[in-house]
């Protein structure tokens, strides 16, 4: 019998059975380990984003509270390079106030000097003689309020040790702690104290230290900073050796020491000159003096697109002058200085020819007045730029005689639109003038004019009509013991008669009565505004053969605030007395008066007298409305009064030389016979160099031009021509040229011309010329020089700077200032001894 044995296949399968049953749990153990795992690497990386977010937050404020003390000390800094900006410029004009008695060095040193003592005057504790420590309050008081609340100021002294803390309360108030030693104990204490806390001053031979400051700032959140370190001021560097005072020449059109005149040599023509730059004259006259002559001229003066000048002046040391039929125009940019203007209205009998001045936007200055005579003259000053109002028209006279700096209109059909500038203001009061009028009064008259004196009026815009509220009122004159006038109802003025037979050697009647209340004046007296028989001025003046007139004025102390602001209140009484009157002569001499009231937008308007608005287009009895003054009235413009001296020095500055600042100018550039021309030019030089040139034995015409036979193209058509007399541009025998005119004598010119004329006595702009400045043509001129072989065989080399006071410092000019005008405030004040906690 056989026995069973294993079956290979059926093992084989039980084993397969069991292979698939255990691959099935290893599967399911597998994907729970691997879901465990990614869950274990998820959450690391959250941790470890929420671990890098707080990192982040945390070095965010850190960086915060590190840069928050940081804060505090860039704003002292600030504010102390505001004042290392003041002392630099006082210094520096006390320097040049003995300018040419003191060499470089003493220069230096003075400067120096005077830079240190003004910077510890100013941190200096008030009232203290001792100028070696600083006020700490003056610095806290350096931050802003929302800084303020954080810090914490000391001191320290010379071992690190606190000396005095000063910070604000929990209310708000300023507290002031000293460090002071326990007598008993030996420990330092913090006490309050009424003491001023200071710091120590230590000089340098290039500047000063504060030494000793420590900042503590808390933030917000309560995260506190502190810094321990010295702020130093350096002394700016400036070379004395060099002239500062340079105008930017190449900016410059012309320079004339007499006029510069608009004018074609068939004054009958019209002619249309543009002006580009800056210049000065004298005078600047448009058309001409005599009546018929260049009616049809007009100047503008501008820059073609792109290149427009928001730094060019105008300036006109003694007047801009617009003869009859004249036109000039302006953009919007730079400034107009003027000693004063006239404006003599258009064409007698063509009724449609103006005399038209329009300043579109750009700042007019104006030392005396503004007169209008003649009909028909059309003056604008400001004008909207972008939809807001543009332009200023500023009359800075201090009020008395030639700079009385007001409007006078003497001529007919007037209109006057000044509504539309952002500031007007009108420093000077107007006149009757009677000491240039002619009286015709002869021996025979038995009567004469003594002591006249032109009359001041309360008005700042005045027409002629307006004289007559001056008059004194007729029922003053000639008054009897009963309070009555004797002269029967007569008005001012009387004639020559009635004054001998009724006034003059009658004791019992008073000349002109100070205490008689007049209807004319509202019921007032003369003597309610000041006035005293000084104050009364009495005019003789012939008519005809037949006819003597006697005028009484009030004349109003033009010296005094108080008699100014009198004239002003007489003014507005007279006028709020007869209004419909003086509407109506007003109607007589003017179209338009237009000035933009107070209230309309951002407007300032300064007025040292009276202004009466007209309109003709509105109805009658409405026509006029009255202005009052502001100037001397309004306590709140007495720091504007400061401005408008300010700017009768700048007026005096660019007469003198074409700079802002009067105090840069050396004391003989100051004197009455120097100018512009004068200050520029150096005819000394041009005197030699003409004497060497006709005695040699060249081309003597040629050779007062200097030029570049080798350069570019751009650079040959470059020259500079020296002229010792007169001068017609182009010569005859010339070719035009850019660059530079310097002339002794007249300067004609005939074609168009880029770049810089200076002339001894009067340019004139022949018909359709157009001169503007170039800046490169002069800068090329300005480095030109040539030889010349003089009478004795010897060469002579001279350079065209050398003809210009100042020389080579104008190749230095940037066009605009000279490099030591530079100063970076912020290389000057730095950090030593820093610490940080």
């Not at 125009?329 to 730079?334: I, L, P, V």
């Not at 009724?351 to 936007?361: E, I, K, P, R, V």
């Not at 002269?487 to 009635?498: D, F, H, V």
Request: aromatic share 8%; net charge negative; charged share 20%.
């Amino acid at each position: 019998m056989k026995i069973c044995g294993r079956n290979p296949k059926i093992f084989s399968r039980v084993r397969q059975f069991h292979r698939r049953t255990d691959n099935k749990g290893s599967a399911m153990v597998v994907v729970i380990i691997a879901m465990a795992f990614i869950g274990i690497l998820a959450s690391v990386l959250m941790y470890m984003s929420l671990l890098n977010y707080q990192m982040k937050v945390n070095n965010l404020k850190a960086k915060d509270n590190f840069y928050s003390a940081e804060t505090v000390l860039d704003e002292i800094r600030t504010a102390m390079g505001e004042r290392v900006s003041a002392s630099v410029g006082s210094a520096y004009e006390l320097v040049l106030k003995n300018y040419e008695a003191t060499s470089a060095e003493e220069k230096q040193n003075k400067l120096r000097y005077y830079f240190l003592k003004d910077m510890q005057d100013y941190y200096a504790v008030t009232g203290s003689v001792n100028i070696n420590n600083y006020d700490l309050t003056k610095l806290f008081n350096s931050l802003s309020s929302e800084i303020k609340r954080g810090t914490v100021l000391e001191t320290l002294n010379d071992s690190g040790e606190v000396v005095y803390r000063m910070a604000l309360d929990s209310s708000g108030s300023l507290k002031v702690y000293v460090m002071t030693t326990d007598p008993v104990t030996g420990n330092k204490e913090r006490v309050e104290t009424t003491d001023i806390p200071t710091g120590r001053f230590q000089l340098y031979t290039d500047g000063l230290s504060f030494c000793g400051l420590k900042v503590t700032y808390t933030d917000t959140d309560g995260y506190v900073s502190v810094i321990q370190t010295d702020i130093r001021v350096k002394m700016p560097d400036m070379d004395f050796a060099q002239a500062v005072t340079l105008p930017s020449i190449t900016g410059i059109s012309m320079v004339a020491q007499e006029n510069i005149q608009a004018l074609p040599s068939d004054s009958t023509l019209i002619s249309k000159n543009v002006i580009g730059g800056s210049f000065y004259a004298e005078r600047f006259i448009v058309g001409s003096e005599e009546s018929g002559k260049g009616n049809g001229v007009t100047v503008e003066w501008k820059e073609t697109t792109g290149n427009e000048n928001e730094d060019k002046r105008m300036v006109m040391a003694s007047d801009l002058y617009l003869g009859e039929g004249a036109t000039l125009t302006t953009d919007q940019y730079g400034e107009v200085w003027a000693g004063s203007i006239a404006m003599n209205g258009g064409i007698p009998g063509n009724t449609g020819s103006n005399g038209t001045l329009s300043f579109q936007g750009n700042n007019v200055y104006v030392a005396g007045d503004l007169r209008m005579t003649g009909e028909r003259n059309v003056f604008t000053a400001g004008a909207q730029i972008d939809g807001e109002y543009a332009g200023q028209y500023i009359g800075f006279g201090n009020g008395k005689g030639v700079d009385s700096s007001a409007i006078l209109v003497n001529g007919t059909d007037t209109e006057i639109y000044l509504n539309e500038l952002k500031n007007l203001t009108l420093a000077g009061n107007s006149y009757i003038s009677l000491t240039k009028a002619k009286d015709g009064i002869t021996s025979g008259d038995g009567v004469s004019n003594t002591g006249v004196q032109d009359v001041m009026m309360g008005q700042s815009i005045a027409v002629k009509s307006d004289q007559l509220a001056y008059l004194v009122p007729a029922q003053c004159i000639g008054v009897d013991a009963s309070g009555k006038t004797v002269l029967n109802g007569a008005s001012n003025p009387i004639t020559l008669e009635q004054y001998k037979d009724k006034i003059r050697d009658q004791a019992d009647v008073t000349e002109v009565a100070l205490n008689i209340p007049s209807a004319t004046l509202n019921g007032h007296t003369l003597a309610e505004y000041g006035l005293t028989q000084n104050n009364i001025q009495k005019i003789f003046k012939r008519i005809n053969s037949k006819i003597t007139l006697v005028y009484y004025y009030v004349s109003f102390d033009s010296t005094s605030d108080t008699a100014r602001a009198n004239a002003n209140r007489y003014f507005q009484d007279y006028y709020g007395a007869n209004q419909q009157t003086m509407e109506a002569y007003t109607g007589l001499y003017t179209k338009a008066i237009q000035v933009r009231g107070q209230q309309n937008g951002a407007y300032i308007m300064h007025l040292a007298g009276n202004v009466a608005m007209y309109d003709s287009s509105a109805a009658a009895g409405s026509q006029e409305k009255l202005l009052d003054a502001t100037l001397t009235s309004d306590g709140a413009n007495a720091g504007y009064q400061a401005l408008l001296a300010s700017d009768q020095l700048k007026f005096q500055a660019l007469s003198k030389k074409m700079i802002d600042v009067y105090e840069q100018l050396l004391p003989s550039e100051k004197t009455d016979a120097a100018n512009a021309y004068t200050n520029l030019v150096n005819e000394g030089e041009i005197t030699t160099f003409h004497a060497v040139l006709n005695g040699s034995t060249g081309n003597k015409v040629e050779s007062k031009y200097f030029g570049n036979t080798t350069g570019s193209l751009a650079e040959q058509g470059y020259k500079a021509v020296i002229v010792k007399g007169d001068y017609t541009y182009p010569e005859a025998g010339f070719g035009e040229f850019s660059g530079l005119i310097i002339a002794t004598g007249d300067v004609k010119v005939t074609k168009e011309f880029q770049g810089t004329i200076l002339s001894g006595g009067t340019i004139t702009l022949d018909q359709n010329v157009n001169v503007e400045p170039d800046r490169d043509a002069v800068l090329h001129a300005l480095t030109y020089s040539r030889t010349i072989v003089d009478a004795a065989g010897k060469t002579q080399e001279y350079h065209v700077v050398d003809f210009l006071n100042g020389g080579d410092g104008y190749l230095s000019s940037n066009g605009k200032s000279y490099k030591n005008s530079d100063i970076n405030l912020g290389d000057l004040i730095v950090y030593e001894n820093w610490q940080k906690e």
